[in-house]
């Protein structure tokens, strides 16, 4: 009798260890070709291919194409992964360190990720209801951080948003520049160790001179 029971949770277990491993697979297959051949090579065929899977699996397991390339982008993204974080220790404040880490590590994030270089031009140069539903997700965890900071801001001049709109696009203009044409931008070599630094510093001095002229205009 224990040995039949054993024997059915051994049936039931394993057909989800075999599932786990292949969504893996497909999900790693995503990044892989988007590495090696950009955004437009993601068909159905050519990531079942890499992954050495039947095609089917990308439907039974993810509903469709769209539905693969979603649970990739939400794994992948550095705006979601940032969220999981904040998810297990949650931000109470939002202050000038913080958020200058949080951008230094979006620009180092997306330095090193080929990948999401590729997002990001697919981003720019095609309307997708996949990368709209990923950039509002953007959006809405944005929202939670500035409400976190609207209290500095809050009738004063600085237009706290704005900044970091322009510094996020930065962000993502320097490193898709870097890769596709040179690595220089306004004498700035943005690739070597210096260039970074004089970056990061940069982002510092901004966010720290936003705070501190909030500051002085509430007086």
């Given at each position: 009798m224990l040995s039949t029971m054993k024997r059915r949770q051994g049936n039931t277990q394993e057909p989800k260890r075999d599932k786990q491993k292949s969504m893996q697979k497909l999900l790693h297959s995503v990044g892989a070709i988007l590495q090696k051949d950009g955004y437009k090579a993601l068909k159905a065929n050519n990531i079942a291919a890499h992954a050495k899977l039947d095609k089917k699996l990308i439907y039974n397991y993810f509903g469709s194409l769209g539905g693969l390339i979603d649970a990739y982008l939400k794994k992948n993204d550095f705006w979601k992964k940032t969220e999981a974080i904040t998810e297990k220790v949650p931000l109470t404040d939002l202050k000038p360190d913080t958020v200058v880490e949080i951008l230094k590590g979006q620009f180092l994030f997306l330095e090193n990720s080929v990948e999401m270089q590729h997002i990001i031009l697919w981003e720019l140069c095609e309307k997708n209801p996949l990368l709209r539903d990923i950039l509002e997700e953007r959006e809405r965890f944005g929202e939670q951080l500035f409400q976190l900071s609207d209290k500095y801001f809050k009738g004063t001049s600085v237009n706290f948003r704005a900044i970091n709109a322009l510094?996020?696009?930065?962000?993502?203009?320097?490193?898709?520049?870097?890769?596709?044409?040179n690595n220089t931008i306004c004498g700035v070599s943005t690739t070597t160790e210096k260039g970074r630094e004089q970056l990061f510093k940069a982002i510092e001095q901004i966010i720290n001179w936003c705070y501190r002229e909030a500051a002085e205009e509430r007086k």
């Amino acid at each position: 009798m224990l040995s039949t029971m054993k024997r059915r949770q051994g049936n039931t277990q394993e057909p989800k260890r075999d599932k786990q491993k292949s969504m893996q697979k497909l999900l790693h297959s995503v990044g892989a070709i988007l590495q090696k051949d950009g955004y437009k090579a993601l068909k159905a065929n050519n990531i079942a291919a890499h992954a050495k899977l039947d095609k089917k699996l990308i439907y039974n397991y993810f509903g469709s194409l769209g539905g693969l390339i979603d649970a990739y982008l939400k794994k992948n993204d550095f705006w979601k992964k940032t969220e999981a974080i904040t998810e297990k220790v949650p931000l109470t404040d939002l202050k000038p360190d913080t958020v200058v880490e949080i951008l230094k590590g979006q620009f180092l994030f997306l330095e090193n990720s080929v990948e999401m270089q590729h997002i990001i031009l697919w981003e720019l140069c095609e309307k997708n209801p996949l990368l709209r539903d990923i950039l509002e997700e953007r959006e809405r965890f944005g929202e939670q951080l500035f409400q976190l900071s609207d209290k500095y801001f809050k009738g004063t001049s600085v237009n706290f948003r704005a900044i970091n709109a322009l510094l996020v696009s930065a962000i993502y203009y320097i490193i898709l520049h870097a890769r596709y044409n040179n690595n220089t931008i306004c004498g700035v070599s943005t690739t070597t160790e210096k260039g970074r630094e004089q970056l990061f510093k940069a982002i510092e001095q901004i966010i720290n001179w936003c705070y501190r002229e909030a500051a002085e205009e509430r007086k």
